[in-house]
């Protein structure tokens, strides 16, 4: 006999585990903080070029609100927030990582930047100690 899955919100698989839980909602009707494949998405402000997280719990209209969604925050003036993978240095560079403000989202920004002459001496070093050169 085949188990059944059950899920929080009570529905039933018959034939084993669902592909895909369904669409989470708030209270209200509107959807958690993923985005369209399904991660999460933080929400900032810039601060002098630093990055501020929304925290989870917020006061809004005299009232505490615990995980806000996406409408109350940007009513307090948090962006959504966009990562990026900064590939590969080029030989004698590395990325300095920064943020900035973009088409209504904090954009993750990075910067190549030649290593001084210390700087590869001590990486080179670094990598010799590890076995990676020799």
């Given at each position: 006999m085949k188990s059944a899955w059950t899920t929080r919100d009570g529905a039933?698989?018959?034939?084993?585990?669902p592909e895909a839980e369904p669409?989470?909602?708030?209270?209200?009707?509107k959807t958690n903080l993923n985005d369209e494949g399904?991660?999460?998405?933080?929400?900032a402000k810039l601060k002098d070029g630093a990055i501020?997280?929304?925290?989870?719990?917020?006061?809004?209209?005299?009232?505490?609100?615990?995980?806000?969604?996406p409408d109350k925050l940007t009513a307090l003036g948090y962006l959504p927030v966009v990562t990026s993978d900064p590939g590969e240095a080029p030989e004698g560079y590395y990325f300095e990582m920064g943020w900035a403000?973009?088409?209504?989202?904090?954009?993750?920004?990075?910067?190549?930047?030649a290593l001084t002459e210390a700087e590869a001496a001590d990486y080179e070093d670094a990598l010799e100690d590890l076995g990676v050169i020799a």
């Open positions: 039933r698989w018959p034939d084993g585990q669409e989470r909602r708030t209270k209200d009707g399904g991660r999460s998405v933080r929400y501020e997280f929304a925290p989870r719990k917020i006061h809004m209209d005299g009232a505490m609100v615990y995980n806000p969604v403000e973009q088409d209504g989202q904090i954009v993750q920004t990075w910067t190549p930047t």
